[in-house]
């Protein structure tokens, strides 16, 4: 009698950062051994806490969420989003957006409507993994293009254009970037949006740290796609509100929406078939977006997370053949292993040794759609000692592991 296995639809679908070396963590948690996890943008373990206020919305709202919402998403929290943007001076009404479980959630539901067998998207690599593996997932091909160490990880507008095929369906952006901390030039966005407007490409820009800049200035995506570039702005609560265990997010659809009139039908099927978003986490948009912004003081100069990043940054560029280009947005720091000091042909292997023998969990670069193994990406949210001690550890393992 045979065994019962996975759909073969799944064959190439990875999600490293919550792959072998997050169960080889637990089992050593399970063990009783202690584990720092900088794997992963979890806010809530290192103190980071939702706001009183919107907690207390949640609270408020409770027995008026008993029951489903509009799949669409509670009107007060539509209406919060679509005036969020419009302080950006962006056109947008509720009808324009779409409420779900996180951002991810509504990645996975949208490429879902969007994408046919063989359809093609344009993905940065280093990308945030979902994008790969759920296009992957749709019977898609994602299709990598560069992003220049060198240029403080912004795209090459060249070089995306050299993976320009009569497949290409879309383009994503992850702006602020996530694993590079990257935030994209304006004069970047307004190339890569050009380059979707002459292929007649779909934008599908990734703005969940659009709050978080230390450096820069964001550039909202839908400022230069206008009326005739058909884009997808994905945001939410869990990094700038430290809300990850809400999950609340939306999409934003901005463009020639005429056109898109039979894919919007697509997604709104989509919407109905789960129901609704989760319905008390709903009442936290509009607390969250009308409230103060706490998260200013957070990215200040002297703000917990602009010292966060800055420290990590100067104790990577202590360690010999480790070069880390500073992080002007988001909560991550992507540091190169020089090839030559450091021989690695499996980066995971790597980073698994790093949890058996220092206790610290990190993600490899690969997970990231990286080509090469010589990254990883660091989570830059401890504390100040707790950072200096994990970052001497992990001193300690390339020291014992580099070649000099």
């Known amino acids: 009698m045979t065994g019962f296995h996975q759909a073969t639809r799944l064959q190439g679908v990875r999600y490293d950062v919550r792959g072998k070396n997050m169960v080889e963590a637990q089992a050593m948690e399970a063990r009783g051994e202690h584990i720092l996890k900088l794997n992963i943008g979890n806010l809530a373990p290192f103190g980071f806490a939702t706001p009183d206020s919107v907690v207390r919305s949640v609270a408020t709202h409770l027995p008026e969420s008993e029951g489903y919402s509009d799949a669409r998403g509670v009107p007060s929290a539509r209406a919060a989003v679509a005036e969020y943007y419009q302080s950006k001076h962006l056109d947008v009404d509720p009808q324009q957006v779409l409420i779900g479980n996180g951002v991810s959630e509504l990645i996975s539901l949208t490429l879902s409507a969007i994408l046919n067998h063989g359809d093609e998207v344009l993905v940065p690599a280093p990308d945030y993994p979902l994008w790969t593996a759920q296009i992957t997932l749709c019977d898609g091909k994602a299709v990598h293009y560069l992003c ?9 507008p060249d070089d995306i254009a050299a993976h320009i095929t009569a497949r290409t369906k879309a383009i994503v952006l992850i702006n602020p970037n996530n694993p590079t901390g990257a ?41 230069e796609t206008g009326d005739d570039v058909l884009c997808l702005t994905y945001s939410g609560l869990s990094k700038a509100y430290r809300a990850c265990g809400f999950r609340a997010g939306w999409v934003v659809f901005t463009g020639p929406l005429q056109r898109a009139h039979n894919l919007l039908e697509g997604v709104g099927l989509l919407a109905n078939m789960r129901m609704c978003a989760n ?13 103060y912004q706490s998260i200013d003081e957070l990215t200040a100069p002297g703000g917990r997370f602009e010292e966060q990043l800055r420290l990590s940054h100067d104790l990577l560029d202590q360690i010999p053949g480790v070069n880390c280009v500073p992080a002007a947005g988001a909560l991550y720091l992507f540091p190169q292993l020089d090839p030559e000091r450091y021989p690695i042909t499996d980066d995971e292997d790597w980073a698994l040794g790093l949890l058996r023998e220092k206790k610290i969990l990190i993600s490899h670069g690969r997970g990231f759609n990286w080509p090469n193994p010589d990254h990883f990406r660091l989570v830059a949210l401890p504390e100040d000692a707790v950072l200096r001690e994990a970052l001497g550890r992990l001193a300690e393992y390339c020291e014992e592991t580099r070649r000099d």
């Open 279 to 291: 319905v008390p986490a709903q009442y936290a948009i509009e607390a969250c977006l009308s409230g």
């Open 148 to 156: 220049d160490e060198t240029r403080g990880w912004n795209p090459d």
């Open 183 to 223: 935030v994209y030039s304006a004069d970047t966005v307004r190339a890569i949006v050009q380059l979707a407007r002459e292929h007649d490409l779909i934008v599908l820009s990734d703005e969940i740290y659009d709050k978080i800049i230390y450096h820069g200035t964001h550039t909202y995506t839908a400022h």
